[in-house]
């Protein structure tokens, strides 16, 4: 079964810096699809970004960038120039693409992220 | 708003008592999955339906049951509910659910369950 591991609960950085979010998974698949979710203090699932696990380049979406090392099965999130409504719970996933559990995530624990002004 | 809706936002109730979660899930989207957040357990797959039919069983307990209307709507019963059932439970849905949605899907905003 896959697993995913966020090692880090809890992460702080100050307005305006980069931090990285750790996220390691297992699995004996070749072809998957990874994720980083938010979850501010709403409630609410955002996706904030996606990884195909066949594509070699690094997914990144404006702020947000993410180094995927498909060996070591590691999948951390960089966010630059933090804002403070980046603070939040961000959640790694992976999603399979085969068997029965194609197309259900699953998630790591969380990090929750507090941006300081 | 992300097109998905959940009712109703919180909800509390008794020990052993029984409750209904209600989703609707984006327009155009056939595919509805229910996922829980825990504090000791985090966020678990629980079921998904697609166009009426389940197509995928995660960790969802004997007490849990669900089924998805022909309006696409779908709905996750409780019953016998413990202390440990309180959660936060999310409704996803997607397009579709073969091939599987590796774009991601669009969760609603949850219903807070607290069972006193």
């Known amino acids: 079964a896959q697993t995913v591991t966020q090692s880090q609960p809890e992460m702080s950085v100050q307005e305006a810096e980069t931090v990285t979010l750790s996220c390691t998974y297992d699995t004996s698949e070749s072809n998957y699809y990874l994720f980083w979710y938010k979850q501010p203090p709403s409630r609410q699932m955002i996706l904030v970004i996606r990884?195909?696990?066949?594509?070699?380049q690094n997914a990144t979406e404006n702020r947000f960038s993410v180094n995927f090392q498909k060996a070591a099965k590691s999948f951390s999130l960089k966010i630059s120039d933090s804002q403070l409504g980046d603070t939040a719970m961000y959640f790694c996933?992976?999603?399979?693409?085969?068997?029965?559990?194609?197309?259900?995530?699953?998630f790591g624990k969380g990090t929750k992220l507090s941006v300081k002004p | 708003d992300s097109g998905v809706t959940q009712t109703p936002k919180h909800l509390i109730t008794a020990t052993g008592q029984r409750v209904t979660l209600r989703c609707s899930p984006r327009s155009g989207d056939l595919s509805v999955y229910w996922y829980q957040q825990s504090l000791d357990q985090g966020l678990q797959f629980l079921i998904q339906?697609?166009?009426?039919?389940?197509?995928a069983k995660g960790n969802i307990l004997e007490r849990f049951s669900a089924q998805q209307f022909p309006d696409l709507h779908s709905e996750l019963n409780l019953s016998s509910l413990e202390l440990g059932d309180s959660a936060l439970y999310f409704c996803?849905?997607?397009?579709?659910?073969?091939?599987?949605?590796?774009?991601?899907?669009?969760f609603g905003s949850g219903t807070r369950l607290t069972v006193v």
């Open positions: 339906y697609y166009n009426g039919e389940e197509r």
């Open positions: 996933a992976f999603m399979s693409q085969q068997g029965g559990s194609q197309g259900n995530l699953i």
């Open positions: 996803a849905s997607s397009v579709r659910a073969r091939p599987p949605p590796n774009y991601g899907y669009t």
């Open positions: 990884q195909e696990a066949y594509k070699q």
